[in-house]
């Protein structure tokens, strides 16, 4: 079946600029996570939905990051204001159950933002 | 505070070796452990995983071992070659929560 997609595969913004990055996780997927990979580094943790509950956002680096997954499966990671900094890949991840972090995440391609 | 120690960050070996990464944990609650394997520009990839409730795993050149009481597990790939060539990736659910840390990566270049 069809794995996680992720679009767009690029994105090239101007700082200031406001972005959106969508997730299609495997359908029927209840747990949904957004990370953010730094070049040469591994990923780290932004947020985590359980259906349409985003039941942890300890991860986002500040208020201009927002997620959201309103009907329990395509999510959208919202960028504000992007900053030089917020360059990385950012990486969906979706698992089967509600027990997420016990269980294989399957990753997306990611999208690769390039804020200048 | 909550980590996940990797080391090493880089690995040489000769086609046909073994490669050894090793990994610690902070939380003691944490009890899944997975390796992903990530090729340059491509996504992360499930290779192997371990539960607490076991000491070893392996699954044909690849084994991961845990060792509970010293909050370390390891990736052991064995007869090495160079497609296994790419970055590596320990993680763990850490803090009672829903994160999973990742380690910072090893890249392992197999030399033919």
């Known amino acids: 079946g069809a794995g996680v997609s992720q679009s767009p595969r690029y994105k090239v913004a101007k700082r200031g600029q406001d972005v959106a990055l969508r997730c299609d996780p495997i359908s029927g997927h209840v747990s949904l996570f957004w990370y953010q990979q730094a070049l040469g580094q591994g990923p780290e943790f932004l947020t985590y939905f359980q259906n349409e509950a985003q039941l942890d956002k300890s991860g986002l680096p500040s208020d201009r990051f927002f997620a959201e997954r309103p009907e329990g499966s395509v999510s959208t990671l919202k960028i504000q204001r992007t900053q030089q900094e917020d360059s990385a890949v950012y990486l969906c991840?979706?698992?089967?159950?509600?027990?997420?972090?016990?269980?294989?995440?399957?990753f997306g391609p990611g999208t690769r933002l390039l804020v200048l | 505070g909550e980590n996940v120690e990797q080391h090493p960050s880089t690995l040489s070996v000769q086609e046909g070796d073994s490669a050894v990464i090793k990994c610690t944990y902070s939380d003691s609650a944490s009890n899944y452990f997975p390796w992903y394997k990530q090729e340059l520009g491509k996504r992360p990839q499930l290779i192997i995983d371990i539960r607490s409730n076991v000491g070893e795993k392996k699954d044909q050149r690849i084994a991961v071992t845990l060792n509970k009481t010293a909050k370390h597990f390891s990736l052991h790939i064995t007869e090495t070659q160079p497609e296994d060539s790419a970055v590596y990736f320990c993680a763990a659910p850490i803090g009672g929560g829903f994160k999973t840390i990742f380690g910072a990566g090893t890249r392992l270049f197999v030399k033919a």
């Open positions: 991840a979706s698992s089967p159950t509600s027990g997420g972090l016990w269980e294989t995440q399957y």
